[in-house]
């Protein structure tokens, strides 16, 4: 922009109010722009795969499960656990050489530290879908070079270690309740535990034009 | 402005101060580029100081930044160690025992921060003359010390908690280094948060959330209202402080920089890259190019969907549907590209200390171009739109007016500050990564200052002129990310072998950064978030990987008080609408 098309702005501006300006400009622009627009409400944005870019941060996975040995992995367990910054890795009995590797996807965020210190051991994959229909089922577990006579004892280990997860139990029988009194329909209610509201504006970009989950 | 001229004009400060209060100056010395620290003996005397720097050389008050050195061992040792360095350590010195407080001022004129540090010898009942009778804005950060450090101002007329709510023990304060992070605590119910009362005939009080219905984080707002309009607002905050201070000092230096980034989600980059640049500037190491060209495109994007987005609640909070979709769908486009180039949504992982994370590739570069022409068509359309429907501008205009005098008295910043005419944008003021490349006299596209001062005179502080700061923003912005995305693809049109240039470019690891920093050493960091600066000061420990004290403060921390200001005399169903388009992050103030 030229100087003296910016002063001529500013004294035009400072001449009219808005209303005048307004009717010098009203020619029902409005409603031709509505009418204009096409729809941009996508039906199902998990099948639109297109929309999925390449560097995406999806869920962690476990690339190479059977050469623990090279990483190491007998001394370096609780180095690999240390590495997650919410506590999502745990692994558990490292004896005999075998172990068992968990990835809780509810503490996970996403932040990808396991794949820059691990990168060949973890992956952030493309997959989109994390929603399970309870928290146990957010967790992953991943065996690692397991021998036989080892298997049962792990499993008795995981199973216990799961049977006190009474939150869940709650919250079933809550459901249960909830689904009696309202039906199935979607209903998102958010408990603020101190985000940092990035889950804020997801949920409210659910609204807008494009998702319109309503 | 070059180096050599900051050097020289930080010597003239140097030798002016230290003339003017010879006896009560125990050390003066210039650290990372462009701050000059100022040790004083003794409290009183650091009043004096930050009297005249406020008065006479018309600085502004950023932060205050209080730090519990009572435990720092074998600080004699280290003196013997360190005294080479030209730099010394201000926590060398034995005498330094106790808390010390530091005042950061910073100069609009000049890229040069003034930090003036007082020691506190008194362990047991630490207390320091308050300066709020002189600076107003120093209200907030002297009860935010008082809550967290018991670090008492003496004078500050506001004695009630801010930080921490009533049912937090008197006499526990958590950023003191002898609280354990793992201390469960009792909860005690018998206080009360006495909020300033409005009495009178047909006076009522309203009080809405700490739950809100919506989705919107936490926070009490207390009206006292006369028939419709407000005759006072109070608004009580900090309902999900996360206690990230505290948390970062058990934390090491890249551990710190993801939570750095989810201080506040919606300014990821901003955020990440004060501390970025803290670290960065402690270590003096400048980072490539290339890495500050990626960091300034993906800081620009996060600006304009921001105000995209606070374009679009302005609609909904009017009342005007077709403006909102519009508006949503021009951020979801933003929010895809951030997608594309980045792989998140809301720009996580892009800083890492030293450089940047991820590169962008040329194709994508070529992408953000093409798609950004297209936005800017949309939004100007949309714009003129929006300046032709009454509806909408009868409900901005003279709604939550702040006047120049409370932006300047409060240390507002950022989109507030702009917006009654007070022109401060660190981006500006003290240029950083590429802005320092950019030609930032023009910085609201208006090349010529006369107009542009009037166009500044013209804002009246009101929830119009903010509507066009944030409408001029976003243009600017496209501007920006224009101009370097072009910069970036010339540079690889020149260079033939891209590809191994591009992996030498952005990769700096953090070993070779580990070796530059000095035990003890601290640094500011800073940034222009789309809410206004952001400032960061980290101390890294005994050990340098970890962070011995890291100060956190967001553009929202400085605005919150404003709105309380905003709402006065305005109707209640106007709150909405002066809320949003003041857009203050609550996770960002509650840390």
Same mark, same amino acid.
């Given at each position: 922009m030229?100087k003296?098309d910016?002063?001529?702005n ?5 001449r009219l109010?808005?209303?005048?300006k ?8 409005l409603?031709?722009?509505i009418l204009?627009?096409?729809?941009v409400?996508i039906?199902?944005?998990i099948k639109?795969?297109?929309l999925i870019?390449?560097n #995406? ?5 476990v690339?190479?499960s059977k050469?623990i040995?090279?990483i ?6 609780e180095?690999?656990e ?8 745990k692994i558990k009995n490292i004896e005999n050489?075998?172990a068992?590797?968990t990835i809780d996807?509810g503490?996970?965020?996403?932040c ?8 060949s ?7 989109l879908?994390f ?7 957010l967790?992953?577990?991943?065996e690692l070079a $397991?021998?036989h006579?080892?298997?049962e004892s792990?499993n008795?280990?995981i ?7 009474t939150y869940?139990?709650i919250g079933?029988? $809550?459901k ?5 009194? #309202?039906?199935?329909s979607?209903t998102?209610r958010?408990?603020d535990g ?6 804020e504006i997801?949920?409210?970009?659910l609204?807008?034009p ?5 | 402005?070059?180096?050599d001229?900051?050097?020289k004009?930080?010597?003239?400060y140097k030798?002016l ?5 010879n006896?009560s ?7 990372n580029y462009?701050?000059l620290c100022?040790?004083?003996s003794n409290?009183?005397a /650091?009043?004096k100081?930050i ?5 006479n050389l018309k600085?502004?008050? %950023? ?5 519990d050195e009572r ?5 004699l040792d280290?003196?013997g160690e360190?005294?080479n360095?030209?730099n010394?350590?201000? &926590? ?6 106790g808390?010390?407080l530091?005042h %950061?001022f910073?100069n ?6 003034? !930090?003036v540090t007082?020691?506190?010898s ?6 320091y ?7 107003? /804005?120093?209200v907030?950060?002297e ?6 450090f018991?670090?008492i101002?003496? *004078? ?5 908690k801010l930080?921490?709510?009533e049912?937090w ?6 950023l003191r280094?002898?609280f354990?992070?793992?201390r469960?605590i ?19 009080e309203?009080?809405v959330g700490p739950v809100?219905?919506g989705i919107?984080?936490?926070?009490h707002?207390r009206?006292?209202v006369?028939g419709?309009?407000?005759v006072n607002l109070?608004?009580?905050l900090y309902?999900?402080h996360?206690g990230i201070?505290?948390l970062?000092e ?7 920089l993801l939570?750095?980034?989810?201080i506040s989600g919606d300014?990821?980059v901003?955020n /990440? ?5 803290a670290?960065?500037?402690m270590?003096?190491?400048p980072?490539?190019?290339?890495a500050?060209q990626?960091?300034?495109i ?5 600006r304009i969907?921001?105000?995209l ?7 909904t909070d009017?009342?005007f549907?077709?403006g909102s ?20 949504? &809301? ?5 890492r200390?030293?450089?940047?994370? %991820?590169?962008i590739?040329?194709?994508?570069l ?6 950004i022409t297209h !936005?800017?068509?949309?939004f100007d359309?949309?714009?003129k739109?929006?300046?032709n429907?009454?509806?909408f501008m009868?409900?901005?205009k003279?709604?939550g007016?702040?006047s ?10 950022g ?9 401060v944008d ?8 590429y802005?320092r ?5 023009n ?6 200052k006369?107009?542009y ?10 929830a119009l002129s903010r ?5 001029i923003?976003i243009k600017?912005s496209?501007d920006?990310i224009?101009?370097? %995305?072009?910069d970036i ?5 020149k260079n ?14 953090f ?13 500011? *960091? ?6 206004g600066q952001?400032m960061?000061?980290?101390m890294v420990?005994?050990?340098?990987n970890r962070?011995f004290?890291?100060?956190i403060?967001t553009?929202s921390?400085c605005n ?7 709402v006065q005399?305005?109707i209640v ?6 809320n949003k388009?003041f857009d203050l ?7």
């Amino acid at each position: 922009m030229k100087k003296k098309d910016i002063k001529s702005n500013v004294l035009n501006k400072s001449r009219l109010g808005y209303k005048e300006k307004m009717w010098l400009n009203t020619k029902d622009k409005l409603d031709r722009d509505i009418l204009k627009n096409k729809r941009v409400t996508i039906p199902n944005p998990i099948k639109e795969l297109d929309l999925i870019p390449e560097n #995406f941060k999806g869920k962690i996975n476990v690339v190479s499960s059977k050469d623990i040995h090279n990483i190491g992995l007998n001394v370096k367990g609780e180095e690999i656990e240390n590495i997650c910054p919410s506590n999502a890795i745990k692994i558990k009995n490292i004896e005999n050489s075998a172990a068992i590797l968990t990835i809780d996807n509810g503490k996970c965020f996403l932040c990808g530290r396991c794949e820059d210190v691990y990168p060949s051991f973890f992956r952030m994959g493309k997959n989109l879908k994390f929603a399970t229909k309870n928290k146990e089922q957010l967790i992953d577990k991943v065996e690692l070079a $397991l021998q036989h006579q080892d298997r049962e004892s792990v499993n008795v280990a995981i199973n216990e270690k799961n049977s006190d997860l009474t939150y869940d139990q709650i919250g079933n029988s $809550l459901k249960e309740k909830i689904n009696s009194l #309202f039906g199935r329909s979607l209903t998102i209610r958010q408990v603020d535990g101190g985000s940092c509201n990035g889950c804020e504006i997801e949920i409210t970009a659910l609204n807008n034009p494009i998702y319109d989950v309503e | 402005m070059t180096h050599d001229t900051i050097g020289k004009k930080i010597s003239d400060y140097k030798s002016l101060i230290f003339e003017k209060f010879n006896g009560s100056i125990e050390k003066i010395y210039n650290k990372n580029y462009n701050e000059l620290c100022i040790l004083t003996s003794n409290p009183e005397a /650091s009043t004096k100081v930050i009297y005249f720097i406020y008065d006479n050389l018309k600085c502004r008050l %950023v932060t205050m930044i209080c730090t519990d050195e009572r435990y720092i061992e074998n600080r004699l040792d280290r003196k013997g160690e360190y005294n080479n360095f030209k730099n010394e350590i201000d &926590l060398m010195d034995k005498s330094h025992n106790g808390f010390s407080l530091r005042h %950061v001022f910073s100069n609009e004129v000049e890229d040069i921060f003034f !930090i003036v540090t007082s020691v506190l010898s008194n362990v047991d009942k630490p207390t320091y003359p308050s300066i709020v009778s002189h600076i107003p /804005s120093a209200v907030y950060y002297e009860r935010e010390i008082s809550d967290m450090f018991g670090v008492i101002a003496q *004078g500050n007329p506001d004695t009630r908690k801010l930080v921490l709510h009533e049912q937090w023990p008197v006499n526990l304060f958590p950023l003191r280094k002898d609280f354990d992070i793992k201390r469960r605590i009792k909860r005690r119910l018998n206080d009360h948060y006495e909020y300033l009362k409005v009495e009178g005939e047909g006076i009522c009080e309203i009080p809405v959330g700490p739950v809100h219905a919506g989705i919107i984080e936490p926070g009490h707002f207390r009206f006292s209202v006369y028939g419709e309009n407000i005759v006072n607002l109070e608004t009580r905050l900090y309902y999900t402080h996360k206690g990230i201070e505290k948390l970062a000092e058990t934390m090491t230096l890249s551990e710190a920089l993801l939570l750095s980034e989810r201080i506040s989600g919606d300014e990821s980059v901003a955020n /990440s890259m004060a501390y970025c640049q803290a670290i960065e500037r402690m270590a003096s190491i400048p980072i490539r190019k290339k890495a500050t060209q990626i960091r300034t495109i993906c800081a620009e994007l996060e600006r304009i969907w921001n105000h995209l987005g606070t374009i679009a609640g302005m609609c909904t909070d009017v009342g005007f549907a077709y403006g909102s979709s519009r508006m949503n769908i021009l951020k979801e486009k933003i929010m895809r590209i951030n997608e594309k180039s980045s792989g998140s949504r &809301l720009l996580f992982g892009i800083n890492r200390i030293g450089g940047v994370k %991820v590169d962008i590739k040329p194709v994508i570069l070529h992408l953000i171009l093409d798609e950004i022409t297209h !936005i800017r068509q949309d939004f100007d359309n949309l714009v003129k739109s929006l300046q032709n429907t009454s509806s909408f501008m009868d409900r901005l205009k003279g709604t939550g007016i702040i006047s120049n005098k409370d932006v300047l008295g409060l240390g507002a910043n950022g989109v507030i500050a702009r917006c009654a005419g007070v022109d401060v944008d660190t981006r500006k003021n003290h240029p950083y990564s590429y802005y320092r490349y950019l030609d930032l006299e023009n910085i609201q596209g208006i090349i010529d200052k006369i107009s542009y001062e009037v166009e500044l005179n013209k804002r009246k502080g009101d929830a119009l002129s903010r509507f066009e700061v944030r409408v001029i923003e976003i243009k600017h912005s496209i501007d920006i990310i224009q101009k370097t %995305v072009t910069d970036i693809l010339d540079k690889n049109a020149k260079n033939d072998n891209i590809d191994s240039d591009v992996n030498n470019d952005d990769i700096l690891f953090f070993d070779s950064l580990k070796s530059h920093l000095k035990p003890y050493d601290s640094a500011l *960091g800073y940034a222009e978030s789309h809410r206004g600066q952001t400032m960061h000061w980290v101390m890294v420990g005994k050990d340098t990987n970890r962070i011995f004290r890291y100060k956190i403060r967001t553009a929202s921390f400085c605005n919150w008080p404003l709105i309380e200001l905003a709402v006065q005399n305005n109707i209640v169903p106007d709150f909405p609408l002066i809320n949003k388009s003041f857009d203050l992050s609550y996770s960002g103030n509650d840390l």
